[in-house]
Structures are given as C-alpha cells and as structure tokens.
C-alpha cells in the first residue's frame, strides 16, 4: 500500500471510530435510581396465618427483616386485591401505564410469559437466577425464550385432605388411598352413608381449570405442548372431560362445590359437609386451627391427590419500570434464600426449595407410607398445636408435600393462558352444573375454540 493509500486508510478508520463514540455518547442515560423511595413489592395478601388480618403473615415478616438488615434500603408491600383475575388486572395497567413505581412483582407461575413477552418484567442478571436447590418444574415456570424473569417465591400442590374417622366409618383406611388412579376411582370406593364425599373447587375462576387440568392429566390427555400450541383432538376432549364429569356422578360431589372457591370449599369441610376435599397445602393449618371443642371436625389427614395433581405458586421478577433493578433483583435473592424458605415452610406455604423440607428423594418411594399420606396427631387436653412444618415434630408432613410437588405437573407456559382458561372455565362450568350441553357437545366447542384461545384469537 502507497504512503497515500495508508494515510487515507487511517484517517477513515479514525472518523468511524469518532463516529461510534458520538453513537454510544448520545445514547440517553437511564433513570436515576430513586432512593427516596422503598422498594416496592406488589404482591396478593397473605392470609397464611390462621385468622390474621390482610396485611400480615410471613412476607410482611420476610419484608420486616430485610429492612432490619439493610436499613438504607427498605421495601415496603404493596397489597392487590384478593382475587386472582383483579390481581392481574391491575398490575397489568400500572406497569403499562406508569402509574405504579413497583420494583418486584409477585406473579402466579401461569403469568410469567405473558408479562415477560410483553416487556412488564425484566431478565434477571446472574446474581439472582434459582440454582439447583429449587423445584426444577418450579424453576423452570420462571424461564422465557431461553432467559429468566422470575424466581419461585412458594410453590403450591394439589392435595387431598380427609375427616379420619368418616373415612374409616366408610371402610377406607388412610393407607388405602395411595392405591387409587384416580379420584373418581376413590370416589367410587368410599361411600358414606351420611356426608356427600367431595369437595373441591368448580366455579368459574382458575380452581375450576386446575381441577379440569388434574382429570385430564390423569386420563393421560394432553392438550397443550412445550411451546405452548395446542394439540388434542375432539376425542382427547371427550376422554378429558369424561373423567372430570366422574366427580358429579352418584352424589359424590357436595353440590356447593358447584360455585365454590378455596375459602368456600375449606368452609364446607370443616363443618362436615363432605369427607373429602382437594384443596392446597394453606389449608393444613386453616384445619388444624379449626380444631376446637366446639368444632364438628375432629381428626383429620392430608394425603396425595390421586392421579395428577397440578403445580401452583407465585414467582418474583422485577418490574421493566423500576429505577433500581439492581436493589429489586438483590431482594428477590433474600426473599428466595433458605433460611427465608424455611420460614415459609412453618407459616403454611409450600416453599420452592428443597432444603426447606430436609427430605430425600429416596424417601418418596411407594413402600414409604410417609410419602402417600398424612394423618394429623390427635392433640390430648390442651395441649398446643405445633406448626406441622416444624422440623422434627411432624415430619411426615413435609415427606408428604414435598413428595407431591417432585410429581407435580405446570399448567401450560403460554403468553395466551388467560385466554385459554377463560373458555375452559366458561364451557366447563356449563357443562358440570347444567349439564346442557353433555361431553360430546362441550368437547366439540373446546376443539374449534382452543386452538384459536392459544393463538392469542
């Protein structure tokens, strides 16, 4: 190359390089991080605490020591509504609007892609992504396109409680019900002579399409894959719903079951309307508060959810609009730490990690009748109740739940879920409590409705 030829070569080199600088500089700068402010936490209330008023239970606890140890940089729960939908709702307008200064976000696992598709949480950096120690299906409910937006808070499990002795008084042990496929099958089985059997959650809300989900499961449907699309057939749909209409079959089910909710559900059990419920592991310490003289129930159980139980639970991401992402994602890391998780253990949740629990895998075998059920210790005279976590003093409990979870099955991962399970729950919820249209009718709607639900249509 010519003297000439260089020099020109060098000054263009020059002028691209002064180029790209000018680039990088005139780049606007990022919020200024807001530190006059705590961090905030939009979160449901947290009613884990028998009889305790909306604002208190373990995350405020949670939240109060994480202010105790770094005072400089307090946070601070925000409550939504109770009901899941308006929970949605209205996190969805404040972060697309602005309004709201949120940091960290408590979802429900079937949120997550939709939020993080559309922008409203932001990756997590390294620092705070679940490691090894926590439910892979959990863990994984949090990952999107290859990147993760949330970290498992507490995960949740179908169970199945039961009144010990109107089990026995209809021929069924404890022990028995870890050889049923199904709930329909035990449904079939135990027939009191007083007490409808069942109860469980089928009013139109998202307790009817985890119910739905669980029966097809067991009947080994799948509707929907890995990616999200969906891929039943109308005969897929026929087997589905023939085995969740079981439930409503024979006076099994306590009609109220019909239009109720967790609290509506929990409420019929424990005054004696069924002799069996499915419901969360919340519910274990709801019971054993429930316990008094003059209370009709008097022993009860936990045990497996025959066939598929279905995973739930929240997750932490932070917020695309918060000016302190850094402090938000460094607070999920405190939230999400062992000793946090064991503290939710005992207050009633089910925590993410696996340590919380101090089980074994090898425990949750078949022959191990700690992993199937759970039958609660009768109580003598006055003496107080123990937390059924509380290492040491109840074991069995958590073999159990945590031998639940391992099986455990994710609702689908899709940024379409709401969609989707707001036609479940319409066309199911017709069929179970009119039963106009039938299965055939029911499965032939869902089929040229679902997949358009899951392509966002």
């Not at 316990?291 to 497996?304: C, I, M, N, Q």
């Amino acid at each position: 190359m010519s003297p000439r030829s260089a020099l020109i070569a060098a000054l263009l080199a020059l002028l691209a390089l002064t180029a790209a600088c000018a680039t990088t500089t005139a780049q606007p700068p990022g919020p200024s991080p807001d530190t006059s402010r705590p961090l905030l936490v939009a979160s449901g209330a947290d009613l884990t605490t028998p009889g305790s008023p909306a604002g208190t239970g373990v995350r405020r606890t949670l939240i109060d020591e994480w202010n105790r140890l770094h005072p400089t940089r307090p946070a601070r729960i925000v409550e939504l509504p109770n009901a899941t939908d308006d929970q949605r709702s209205e996190l969805i307008g404040a972060l697309q609007s602005g309004s709201a200064t949120y940091d960290v976000v408590n979802l429900d696992v079937t949120w997550i892609p939709e939020f993080a598709d559309s922008g409203l949480i932001r990756p997590l950096p390294a620092s705070a992504l679940p490691d090894d120690d926590f439910l892979p299906q959990a863990a994984a409910a949090g990952r999107r396109n290859g990147r993760t937006y949330a970290v498992p808070f507490n995960t949740d499990v179908g169970l199945l409680y039961y009144r010990t002795d109107d089990l026995l008084k209809s021929g069924t042990r404890p022990s028995d019900l870890a050889a049923y496929h199904s709930v329909g099958d035990l449904l079939a089985a135990v027939r009191p002579l007083s007490h409808n059997t069942y109860t469980t959650q089928l009013a139109a809300y998202e307790g009817l399409t985890v119910n739905t989900l669980e029966a097809f499961w067991t009947a080994d449907v799948n509707l929907v894959d890995g990616e999200g699309r969906y891929t039943g057939t109308e005969d897929d749909l026929r087997k589905g719903l023939d085995e969740l209409n079981r439930l409503t079959t024979a006076n099994y089910l306590n009609p109220a079951s019909l239009e109720a909710d967790e609290s509506v559900s929990l409420a019929q059990f424990t005054q004696g309307a069924s002799v069996l419920m499915r419901s969360w592991p919340y519910a274990y310490n709801r019971l054993d508060a429930a316990l008094d003289p003059s209370s009709p129930l008097t022993r009860f159980g936990v045990a497996r959810l025959p066939g598929v139980a279905a995973l739930g639970g929240q997750s932490l991401g932070v917020s695309a609009t918060s000016t302190r992402p850094d402090d938000a994602a460094e607070l999920i890391r405190f939230l999400t730490s062992r000793s946090s998780q064991r503290e939710l253990l005992q207050a009633g949740f089910a925590p993410a990690r696996r340590s919380a629990y101090g089980v074994e895998d090898s425990a949750c075998t078949p022959a191990n009748p700690a992993a199937w059920y759970y039958d609660r210790p009768v109580r003598k005279g006055s003496e107080p109740s123990a937390s059924p976590s509380h290492e040491g003093e109840r074991p069995g409990y958590t073999t159990l739940l945590w031998c639940a979870l391992r099986e455990a099955r994710a609702r689908p991962a899709t940024a379409h879920y709401v969609t989707f399970t707001r036609l479940v729950q319409r066309e199911v919820h017709r069929m179970l409590a009119t039963h106009d249209p039938g299965v055939d009718a029911t499965a032939h709607r869902l089929q040229e409705r679902l997949a358009r639900a899951l392509g966002g249509r």
